[in-house]
């Protein structure tokens, strides 16, 4: 079954990128690609003349922004032009209309100071969309196949790290795709105790690493043997090592929320929120986990 993608457009640098990857996930998968580009909903202002006058004017300078997209992708997408008080919820309300399996956005300009930022869109459907969302890097570049032949996924055994691991198998199934199942520990000096002392220390590293291998070992077991799902345990700062990933290891990463609030909503927890920004790959977080059905099951 063919699904439909929301790609959000805006005419900037990062909405190239989102565009450029939306197009590669469609491709790879099958989906259909919606172009959309958000304008501002139509608020009386005064005047009946002035109101018709403004809602003319940004309903035009919103669709020249859609034509420079369609300019550039052509036949290969589906374009809409949406009125809405936020990009971020003309997205999101598009998203359920259409019962996209994502919404995609460009993360908008690397920080040097802070190691990375989001645009102001990216950031607010990260924090309120009911389907998963998918920020896109700066300057992302296709493989030289053109599709996507591997995932990622930042497992942690938890409801929502199970919860991503079944989003990306369902894509990967799809195109299929090879799944790379990744966990990251601490490393053993992290772990120290000035009062386990350091012999007590290994033991207990051992212990959790066995615990780490075993999860993550039993999760791969699950995932159907034609995506060739492999294991792989490393040591460090979660955000740092899976940030650190590339375009030789995989082609995007699939994560889970690990935030409070509603089921079916991303909420971004710590490491989710600082890895979308610092990610070198396009990296799509889950909605929180739920009993009910997700948007990217067949």
């Known amino acids: 079954m063919a699904w439909r993608v929301v790609i959000g457009y805006d005419g900037s640098d990062a909405a190239e990128?989102?565009?450029?990857?939306?197009?590669?996930?469609?491709?790879?998968?099958?989906?259909?690609?919606?172009?959309?580009?958000?304008?501002?909903?139509?608020?009386?202002?005064?005047?009946?003349?002035?109101?018709?006058?403004?809602?003319?004017?940004?309903?035009?300078?919103?669709?020249?922004?859609?034509d420079k997209a369609q300019a550039a992708a052509g036949d290969?997408?589906?374009y809409r032009l949406v009125a809405s008080t936020s990009a971020a919820r003309g997205l999101a309300d598009l998203a359920e209309d259409v019962e996209a399996a994502a919404v995609l956005v460009g993360g908008g300009r690397k920080d040097e100071a802070t190691g990375g930022r989001l645009g102001s869109v990216a950031n607010r459907l990260l924090y309120g969309a009911t389907v998963p969302v998918c920020v896109v890097p700066e300057a992302w570049q296709a493989s030289d196949g053109g599709?996507?032949?591997?995932?990622?996924?930042?497992?942690?055994?938890?409801?929502?790290?199970?919860?991503?691991?079944?989003?990306?198998?369902?894509?990967?199934?799809?195109?299929?795709?090879?799944?790379?199942?990744?966990?990251?520990?601490?490393?053993?000096?992290?772990?120290?105790?000035?009062?386990?002392?350091?012999?007590?220390?290994?033991?207990?590293?051992d212990a959790?690493?066995?615990?780490?291998?075993?999860?993550?070992?039993?999760?791969?077991a699950g995932v159907p043997p034609q995506l060739e799902p492999e294991a792989v345990v490393v040591e460090g700062d979660v955000v740092e090592r899976l940030a650190e990933l590339g375009p030789d290891e995989v082609d995007m990463l699939v994560c889970g929320s690990r935030g409070y609030g509603p089921i079916r909503r991303v909420l971004l927890g710590g490491v989710s929120a600082r890895l979308v920004r610092?990610?070198?790959?396009?990296?799509?977080?889950v909605p929180r986990a739920s009993a009910g059905p997700s948007a990217t099951e067949d």
């Open 17 to 66: 990128d989102a565009v450029a990857f939306g197009l590669t996930w469609c491709r790879s998968t099958g989906d259909v690609p919606v172009v959309a580009t958000v304008y501002p909903e139509e608020h009386p202002l005064g005047a009946g003349r002035v109101d018709a006058e403004w809602a003319a004017y940004v309903r035009k300078l919103g669709q020249e922004t859609l």
């Open 76 to 78: 290969a997408a589906i």
């Open 147 to 205: 599709v996507i032949s591997k995932i990622g996924v930042a497992f942690i055994d938890t409801k929502d790290g199970h919860e991503a691991l079944r989003a990306a198998v369902r894509a990967a199934s799809r195109i299929p795709a090879r799944l790379v199942l990744y966990s990251v520990m601490a490393r053993s000096t992290e772990h120290y105790s000035y009062i386990a002392g350091r012999r007590d220390e290994q033991v207990f590293y």
């Open 208 to 220: 959790a690493r066995a615990s780490y291998t075993q999860a993550l070992d039993y999760a791969a």
């Open 278 to 285: 610092r990610s070198r790959l396009p990296v799509m977080v």
